[in-house]
């Protein structure tokens, strides 16, 4: 997908492009993920911070939060960044509860949902900046939040 039809054909916003257990929508991910999801939440991150947060060090602390049981109170944390960025909704219920019970699917979710907005997580932030300048797009995809009540 060119930068230009991200930008174009970007989904709206306030809608999730997959589901919560659409995780084969995207085999490789999911299999990436299964194995090892610091490797997909790494690469979220990345994204999601804009490249202040490496994918390297987002994944090595989810790594040493998994094995004393805490990486989804970690994680929860971008979901909500995610939705912010993108005005989505907690679907289907919310954040830190989504992480907790189903982390891998949540994980995919949210890396699906970045690709299908024109980001490709597996180039990380500078790659991805780059594309889009070359195609002439000064500013990354981007929804700006609604309002709340």
């Given amino acids: 997908m060119s930068a230009k039809s991200a930008v174009i054909g970007t989904p709206a916003a306030g809608e999730w492009t997959t589901g919560l257990c659409g995780c084969f929508d995207d085999a490789s991910n999911c299999c990436v993920t299964c194995?090892?999801?610091?490797?997909?939440?790494?690469?979220?991150?990345?994204?999601?911070?804009?490249?202040?947060?490496?994918?390297?060090?987002?994944?090595?602390?989810?790594?040493?939060?998994?094995h004393v049981g805490w990486a989804c109170i970690y994680t929860c944390t971008y979901r909500t960044k995610l939705r912010a960025f993108f005005s989505l909704p907690e679907d289907p219920c919310g954040d830190c509860f989504?992480?907790?019970?189903?982390?891998?699917?949540?994980?995919?979710?949210?890396?699906?949902?970045?690709?299908?907005?024109?980001?490709?997580?597996?180039?990380g932030w500078m790659a991805n900046a780059q594309r889009w300048s070359q195609a002439g797009v000064t500013v990354p995809p981007h929804i700006a939040p609604g309002m709340n009540r």
């Fill in 35 to 66: 194995c090892c999801p610091c490797v997909t939440f790494g690469r979220n991150v990345e994204i999601i911070d804009q490249g202040t947060t490496s994918c390297v060090h987002a994944g090595v602390i989810y790594y040493c939060l998994a």
């Fill in 98 to 123: 989504v992480h907790c019970c189903c982390l891998p699917c949540a994980v995919c979710q949210e890396y699906r949902e970045l690709k299908n907005r024109g980001f490709d997580p597996t180039l």
